[in-house]
């Protein structure tokens, strides 16, 4: 059974650009995952107390047959591959791919925390995803990213700024145009 997942994407360090690029890339690459929709890309303020350069974030629509567990363990995969290092908690990444929301899964647990817990507090998470899936259904709050999005208290909303990246849209428009399903 096929299930709508939506991720959010970002990166702060090195060529922000080709990693987006490459997240994209090899989400559409995984197993019985077709992507729908990317964003458009967002360059916004880092959050937390750790010094570190600007994030270009987007989010992403795909269709996926995987089980949640599955589709977590590819992202990580992914990740890594992509050169992720994590050896500062909220620091400074090469890519960042958060499941915000799985269909109408709930998980809270050591591993997994779906609906993402801060996804509804962050408008470089909500801005773009109001953009692709505005009437998804957070399912625990049962309310619309678009409802989220207008209520959204996030004090860094001035903060986010368009960032025109033809490139990336190009290769995120192959990439849907020629899913490996």
């Known amino acids: ?3 709508t997942v939506l991720l959010g994407l970002g990166t702060n360090v090195g060529d922000r ?4 690029a490459a997240a994209v890339r090899g989400i559409a690459d995984m197993p019985g995952t077709v992507v729908d929709d990317v964003s458009s890309v967002y360059e916004t303020e ?3 107390d750790v010094p570190q350069p600007p994030y270009l974030n987007l989010c992403l629509s795909a269709q996926t047959s995987l089980e949640v567990e599955s589709f977590h363990r590819h992202i990580k995969e992914l ?3 992509i050169g992720r290092n994590d050896s500062v908690r909220w620091g400074p990444r090469e890519i960042d791919i958060d499941i915000l929301l799985f269909g109408q899964t709930v998980r809270n647990d050591e591993r997994l925390h779906i609906p993402h817990r801060e996804m509804v507090n962050r408008n470089f998470v909500l801005r773009p995803l109001a953009e692709i899936a505005p009437n998804a259904v957070h399912p625990l709050l ?3 990213v678009t409802e989220l999005n207008a209520a959204s208290a996030d004090r860094h909303a001035a ?3 368009e960032v025109h ?3 990336l849209m190009s290769l995120i428009n192959d990439s849907i145009a020629h899913p490996t399903v």
């Open 1 to 3: 059974m096929m299930q």
């Open 17 to 20: 650009i080709a990693f987006l």
């Open 46 to 48: 880092p959050v937390g």
């Open 79 to 81: 990740e890594r591959a």
């Open 142 to 144: 049962r309310k619309s």
């Open 159 to 161: 903060d986010v700024h």
């Open 165 to 167: 990246t033809h490139h």
